[in-house]
């Protein structure tokens, strides 16, 4: 796939938000529009087209999940994966394929709410199913 697409979707997207668009978050996120799975931050590193330090990166990708264009979740090896966001709820589950290493959003499952003791505040959820998906 071109990066054209994604590059506008990238602009549009932080555009949208009243956000300055720069070159660091424009290429992060248009890498990640066009990911096939969630990319760990030395994946990106290594295949950004934007040469950017480390510490660069890692404030572009919390900025990223903060405007919830990106989410980031875990898996077994504890790394944080990146994935591009739906715009919707950041409160959906996951579904990771074991043997093709896929991350996949399921925004229409429904996470069943949970009543927390009142002294408890909740920032995000994370759910992920871990299995076979339909390309294995």
């Given amino acids: 796939m071109s990066m054209q697409l994604p590059v506008q979707q990238a602009e549009t997207q932080i555009r949208a938000l009243g956000h300055r668009v720069t070159s660091a978050r424009?290429?992060?996120?248009?890498y990640?529009?066009?990911a096939d799975k969630p990319v760990t931050h030395d994946e990106l590193l290594s295949n950004l087209a934007l040469p950017m330090d480390r510490v660069t990166l890692y404030?572009?990708?919390?900025w990223l999940v903060r405007q919830r264009l990106v989410h980031k979740v875990t898996t077994e090896d504890r790394l944080w994966r990146f994935i591009a966001g739906d715009g919707g709820s950041?409160?959906?589950?996951?579904?990771y394929c074991e043997n093709t290493g896929k991350l996949i959003c399921l925004p229409e499952v429904a996470i069943p709410p949970i009543q927390l003791p009142k002294r408890f505040k909740v920032s995000h959820v994370e759910v992920i199913f871990h299995g076979v998906c339909e390309e294995a």
């Fill in 26 to 30: 424009v290429m992060t996120l248009a």
């Fill in 32 to 34: 990640l529009l066009q």
């Fill in 90 to 95: 950041a409160h959906h589950p996951h579904f």
């Fill in 59 to 62: 404030r572009v990708l919390d």
